[in-house]
């Protein structure tokens, strides 16, 4: 079974170098994507192929349910590095129609450590939670996907990296697409952020303090 993903690799790389021989020589030197995905790690959901990308065209971060978390060193880092060296253009969150990390997250069921994770789309649902009134299940879980998304898209834009960015005068916009895996159709849902001005006031950061303040 391994062997043959082996194999498939090998022949990957000679249908790429057939079609530019220094492909993997020009890349091996540098990467230079516009585009940062933060998308879900579901399998059905690969950046590349669902855009048509090559190697070096996208840089990725796949998390379960495609979570911004503020304190997620991961995430955080990842989007540092994009941004800050890489300099991407767009950031694109991306979720996926019939999550199952949103699926779990409408349960009352435990799931275990995960519980952890998926509080935080709870969260999206408490806030929006007259947008589900009278909804079957199907259009609840739907709905929560694309709230996820704009939550996420906002959470991107909270960080301290993407609003030093703009005040550097570095042009990048921060966009909200959701995936459908009935149809493999990408679409934007019109989430799109590109500037300070369109934060909500709590979370503009303007200047720095010199100092937290002693309590109280
Ligand atoms: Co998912």
């Known amino acids: 079974m391994l062997e043959e993903l082996f194999r498939n690799n090998r022949a990957w790389a000679e249908r790429i170098k ?9 890349l091996a ?3 230079t994507p516009e585009f940062l995905w933060i998308g879900c790690a579901d399998s059905r959901v690969p950046a590349n192929e669902i855009m048509g990308l090559l190697p070096g065209e996208v ?13 997620d060193m991961n995430c955080l880092s990842v989007l540092q590095y994009a941004v ?16 199952g990390g949103v699926q779990a997250a409408l349960q009352d069921s435990e799931f275990g450590l995960i519980d952890n994770w998926l509080r935080h789309i709870k969260d999206v ?6 947008a589900f009134d009278g909804l079957n299940d199907e259009d609840r879980l739907n709905l929560l996907c694309e709230l996820n998304v704009a939550e996420q898209v906002a959470n991107v834009c909270h960080t301290t990296i993407v609003q030093n960015t703009w005040k550097r005068g ?15 159709i990408l679409k934007d849902l019109g989430v799109n952020i590109s500037g300070l001005d369109e934060l909500a006031p709590i979370y503009r950061v303007l200047r720095k303090s010199e100092h937290l303040k002693r309590s109280p």
């Open 29 to 31: 030197k540098q990467q």
């Open 84 to 99: 800050e060296v890489l300099k991407v253009k767009h950031i694109l969150v991306t979720g996926h129609y019939g999550c």
């Open 59 to 71: 840089f990725v971060h796949r998390n379960v349910a495609n979570l911004v978390i503020h304190t």
């Open 18 to 26: 057939h079609q530019d021989p220094d492909f993997f020589r020009k």
């Open 170 to 184: 570095q042009p990048l916009s921060v966009h909200g697409f959701i995936y459908s895996l009935g149809d493999g």
């Open 125 to 130: 649902y408490r806030v929006h939670e007259s």
